[in-house]
Nanobody, 116 residues
Framework: QVQLVESGGGLVQAGGSLRLSCVAS????????MAWYRQAPGKQRELVSILNSGGTTSYADSVKGRFIISRDNAKKAVYLQMYSLKPEDTAVYYC??????????WGQGTQVTVSS
């Protein structure tokens, strides 16, 4: 059974950094495009970043230049390095595939809280 487990969130002051991790089990991670999403209180889940199997990345405009997505296929892990965090980055962060057609069951997410 496929399982996604996110970790690395926490409370940080504005301008700080965090590195999120997502480990996938029961899934052929090496051929998969992966993505990070986030959901702020009272808002819909939004796509933050995509990393396809070939290494191409894309980012939401709101995080471009501040976040970096990467992966370690051997560990079946995808990471999100976040710099220059802002209060508006506060959300629960999730990893999953970028396509609805290949969407996996959502993990529990990891809470990121940025104080001003």
């Amino acid at each position: 059974q496929v399982q996604l487990v996110e970790s690395g969130g926490g409370l940080v002051q504005a301008g700080g950094s965090l590195r999120l991790s997502c480990v996938a089990s029961g899934y052929d991670f090496t051929i998969a495009a992966m993505a990070w999403y986030r959901q702020a209180p009272g808002k819909q889940r939004e796509l933050v970043s995509i990393l396809n199997s070939g290494g191409t990345t894309s980012y939401a405009d709101s995080v471009k230049g501040r976040f970096i997505i990467s992966r370690d296929n051997a560990k079946k892990a995808v990471y999100l390095q976040m710099y220059s965090l802002k209060p508006e980055d506060t959300a629960v962060y999730y990893c999953n595939t970028p396509s609805i057609a290949t969407r996996l069951r959502w993990g529990q997410g990891t809470q990121v809280t940025v104080s001003s």
